[in-house]
């Protein structure tokens, strides 16, 4: 029962061609989205230290780097009270944020942060007004105080000499996007607050300025997909064409 043997040249140019051409979508096509990976809430009134909120399992994603979407929740959240005699600072969570802007430079919107803070800490009061950070809106309290709350921006904000302080100097923050075309990186965003009030022997006249710093990463999107299986296809087609001198080994059977 002999056995003959053959040879078929395969032609594994066109899977080869293929990945190739995959793989150049890949570099071309920017990720579909950012995913957040990271939140962090930063509340400075005057020269008093940073109140920092660390967030947890907080979400959203930008779909470019001048637009920018954070889900309602809880995931910012605690209760800080940055120094003794300092305001206790409580935050519940947030709303959901949109921002945008014409350019990367002007990224601007909407997103509060519920709470409360106790004005003077370490003393004893009923008088918990409202945070209101990153929401223009302006809220009269029946203390007879109001609060002014702004927009985040990217931007910087600064803010006068605040009654906790004797420093002349005013609190001034400033936001960046550092985002990138491929939507991963960090975008910081500032925004004040006023506590206005006609009761300053209990409830002081306050200036804070708040710091949101989000840090997205690239989802891979459809194109690592792609790149995938264009690769699968480059190896199904040089395996099914390897031997020697290009050709593929047949054998047969002959009764």
Not at 132 to 145: E, K, P, V, Y
Request: proline residues 7%.
């Amino acid at each position: 029962m002999p056995i003959h043997y053959s040879y078929r040249r395969v032609d594994s140019r066109p899977a080869l061609a293929i990945s190739f051409l995959l793989v150049s979508v890949l570099v071309a096509t920017p990720a579909l989205a950012g995913i957040l990976e990271s939140a962090t809430l930063r509340i400075r009134i005057k020269d008093l230290p940073d109140a920092v909120f660390v967030g947890s399992g907080v979400s959203g994603e930008a779909t470019s780097w001048t637009s920018i979407s954070i889900d309602a929740g809880s995931g910012i959240k605690g209760a800080v009270t940055p120094a003794p005699l300092a305001p206790h600072l409580h935050i519940f969570g947030n709303s959901s944020g949109f921002f945008s802007g014409s350019t990367p430079s002007a990224i601007h919107g909407d997103m509060s942060f519920g709470g409360d803070w106790q004005p003077i800490g370490g003393v004893q009061t009923v008088l918990y007004p409202p945070l209101q950070f990153g929401l223009t809106a302006t809220t009269n309290l029946s203390s007879g105080a109001t609060v002014f709350g702004f927009e985040w921006t990217v931007g910087a904000a600064s803010l006068g000499t605040a009654s906790l302080t004797t420093s002349p100097t005013p609190i001034t923050l400033s936001g960046f996007n550092g985002l990138t075309a491929q939507v991963g990186g960090t975008l910081v965003m500032v925004t004040p607050m006023v506590l206005s009030s006609s009761m300053p022997c209990c409830l002081p006249p306050t200036k804070a300025i708040g710091e949101l710093t989000l840090v997205f990463v690239p989802e891979p999107g459809r194109a690592t997909g792609l790149l995938a299986g264009g690769l699968l296809l480059a190896a199904m087609g040089w395996h099914r064409g390897c031997s020697r001198d290009g050709h593929t080994l047949l054998t047969t059977r002959s009764e």
